[in-house]
């Protein structure tokens, strides 16, 4: 996990008031389990958004305190596990197959809403398909480059048209601090189970829940169905 980070060069220091912001961090592993809710709200979920160039109202979120460095020319996607062919995914290539566009709300299960976002990406259905997934698959899991970040879907949920290793958001290539080069967009489901630094993309059997999971959010994330919220869904 950690290997593919570091074998891609620095990661990018957060800024001053970012790193401010970070501070809370540390203490968040206390409180996880307890306030999870609460924790992220005051710790990372405030004043962080203004910071981006655009001024949209994303909150940067990253659960190491920096953003992992990635030349777009460097960029790899490893698809393994439980499939006929494993691969090994380049940027170029993932952008020479069939593309689609989406544009949805953004929903974080802290309370902020982004309205009508544009995605860019390649269906994930097709990524599993290319790579032939075998019978005894029904799971996936995915790897961030930052090394800590995971996330995890049914295989059913990571067939959805509306599931995409995206490229493109915000109506450019996906930046550093959103992601880029490429993210996982899971438009249905909140905001964390869209992982960023997509690295890996590997099929299992049982899928060992993600990072957000392990520290108290549910593995079945739906709009609009997680700890008694009541956001619209995405449509
Ligand atoms: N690698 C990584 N992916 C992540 C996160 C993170 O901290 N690290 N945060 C998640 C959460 S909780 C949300 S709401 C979105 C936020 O996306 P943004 O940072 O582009 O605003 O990213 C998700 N993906
Ligand atoms: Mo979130």
Redesign the pocket.
Known sequence: MASEGESTGQAVPVGRRVFLAMAGLGAMGVIFGTKLQGA?GAAIGTGL?GLLPGGNR???????GSFPAILPADYRLSVSGLVNRPMTLTLDQLAAMPSVKLVKD?Q???GWRVPQVHWEGVRLKDILDAAGVKGGAAAVEFD?Y?G??TESLTLSQASRPDVIVAYR?LGESIST???GPV?LYVAPM????????LSSVRLVENATPG??EQNGYPVDAWVGNVNGRQDAPIS
């Open positions: 992220l958004g994303f909150r940067i979120y990253t659960v190491t953004f974080c299960v802290t961030s930052d800590v970040d958001m601090p959103h992601g993210r909140y905001g964390y189970k869209s992982l960023k630094w990072f957000w």
